[in-house]
């Protein structure tokens, strides 16, 4: 399994070592060809306006909607913005990879960034993790097909649909690898992919 | 101040990565510079090459000026405060700017102490010439270090010869044990615990990233290739002939920053840059970079 980060700005190197800690290769993609040389893709938090400015240039938008039907992502933050369907600006194109809409910096400036406590289920379990919010943006609107994961004051925060997983906030920041873990090591995806290759 | 608040502003430092910050003095330019794709932009009255040009005290910018600004890019806004002067720092923290430059480009008001930034909640980058400098202004709360360079000269000497020293003198510790390490913080002038942790990482605590002199795609690739992080642009976007053209080619070129012929590309057609000067020329006390300890 070689887990692919984009590389086009933001906070790839604390994924990196997520992505190692659960013994897998990662590598840093920053040419849209290089997506053939991996199995699943982290979009890391950043600027969605940077990260749309830069994916546009170097061509990325169709071969990760294409990566996205057979293989699994992990958006943080700004990944997220970009794995969403909708986003509450002009600067930004979204992928639409998940049925979500996003609002940006809905949490406020950097001020109100902050640390909490949160619940998360997964795989019929709930484990309580820190959660790091950087100037983080809010699910607004969330498809039928669309698991919740977590919620911070009743809004979703922590969303999985199928494959996909997209956070508004930063576990590569508190070395939580559960996400990482459930995208990327999961048995039932290994096997699709595996059959996918074949045909 | 809980190890958590120091971590959520180390954070935001950590999605500035890959990217470029570029200095603003209106909001038409802050709206060039967030079209072109940078990461952030530091609001100030006047950018380095101005105030070089101009003298005279340069203190925080107006407050107004800033809040225009906020209003009118969604990326972060940072801005800057004279060395030491907390007062400025408590102001911009009341208006929410989301990073604080503690910056040797204003005029010092304080040439004994920095500003104590562990008390803020709003995270400060300060300017190093080498890392012991660095490192008092980690002990001090800083959650970025950005070279000094020589700002508003275009030259990017100063900033080579700061990263190249942060560097090599990062190496050095690396190679070294415990008694060594007590002797090269007296001799650093730094923390012992950040120069264990710093011995113990083979890197700062916190982001690293160049400033001062940047006035190329060239300059930015040339400052990536030797380990920083991110770059500032003061004054080479706004004081050049193209700046939407030069700050769109700047940002392509931090990110494809060791591909050269993507960045011969990059580099074409950008009309001229600022224009500038040679430090021998810059009298001593003139220096931006002597400003601070």
Redesign the interface.
């Known amino acids: 399994m070689k887990i692919g980060i984009l590389?086009?700005?933001?906070?790839?190197?604390?994924h990196s070592h997520i992505i190692s800690d659960l013994g897998l290769e990662s590598m840093f993609v920053?040419y849209s060809d290089e997506l053939n040389e991996v199995d699943g893709l982290i979009i890391p938090?950043?600027?969605s306006?940077?990260l749309t400015?830069?994916m546009n240039?170097s061509h990325f938008h169709k071969p990760i909607k294409k990566f996205a039907e057979k293989h699994p992502i992990l958006g943080t933050?700004?990944g997220m913005i970009m794995m969403s369907k909708n986003v509450n600006?002009h600067?930004v194109s979204p992928l639409g990879i998940m049925d979500i809409d996003v609002d940006?910096?809905a949490y406020?400036?950097?001020?109100?960034?902050?640390?909490d406590k949160l619940p998360v289920r997964l795989n019929g379990d709930t484990k309580t993790i820190?959660a790091?919010f950087?100037?983080a943006p809010k699910i607004t609107n969330i498809g039928k097909n669309v698991e919740i994961l977590a919620e911070f004051n009743n809004e979703p925060c922590a969303v999985k649909q199928g494959q996909h997983i997209a956070l508004s906030f930063?576990p590569e920041?508190?070395n939580i690898t559960l996400f990482h873990k459930a995208a990327f090591c999961n048995k039932g995806s290994l096997k699709q992919r595996e059959s996918s290759y074949a045909a | 101040m809980s190890k958590s608040n120091f971590e959520v502003k180390v954070g935001l430092a950590e999605m500035l990565k890959g990217g470029v910050i570029m200095d603003v003095m209106n909001p038409e330019q802050a709206r060039i510079a967030e079209d072109a794709g940078a990461v952030a932009v530091m609001a100030l009255e006047r950018i380095p090459a101005l105030i070089r040009e101009e003298g005279g005290i340069s203190r925080m910018s107006d407050p107004e000026m800033i809040k225009d600004i906020q209003k009118e890019v969604s990326i972060p806004v940072m801005a800057k405060v004279r060395i030491g002067h907390f007062a400025e720092a408590q102001i911009l923290e009341a208006l929410e700017v989301d990073f604080i430059d503690e910056s040797e480009v204003l005029t010092p008001a304080d040439e004994h102490n920095h500003v104590w930034k562990h008390d803020f909640k709003v995270p400060f980058v300060c300017g190093c010439r080498d890392l012991g400098e660095a490192l008092r202004r980690i002990g001090e709360g800083a959650s970025m270090i950005r070279t000094k360079g020589e700002a508003g000269s275009g030259n990017i000497v100063e900033a080579v010869r700061h990263m190249r020293k942060v560097t090599s003198q990062i190496k050095e510790l690396t190679t070294m044990g415990n008694d060594a390490l007590m002797a090269q913080a007296k001799e650093l002038g730094a923390p012992f615990s950040l120069v264990q942790q710093v011995a113990k990482l083979g890197k700062l605590p916190v982001p690293n990233f160049a400033a001062g002199g940047i006035a190329t795609p060239a300059d930015a690739s040339l400052m990536m290739q030797l380990g920083a992080e991110t770059v500032f642009v003061g004054s080479g976007i706004f004081m050049s002939e193209d700046p939407a053209s030069r700050a769109n080619a700047i940002v392509e070129a931090v990110t494809y920053y060791d591909d050269p012929d993507k960045l011969a590309n990059i580099s074409h057609g950008l009309k001229k840059a600022m224009d500038g000067i040679d430090i021998a020329k810059i009298p001593e006390e003139e220096r931006l970079q002597e400003r601070g300890w």
């Open positions: 590389a086009l700005q933001g906070d790839v190197e604390k920053r938090g950043g600027e306006t940077t400015k830069l240039k933050c700004a600006h600067l940006r910096n406020g400036r950097q001020v109100h960034s902050f640390v820190a790091t950087i100037r930063h920041l508190n």
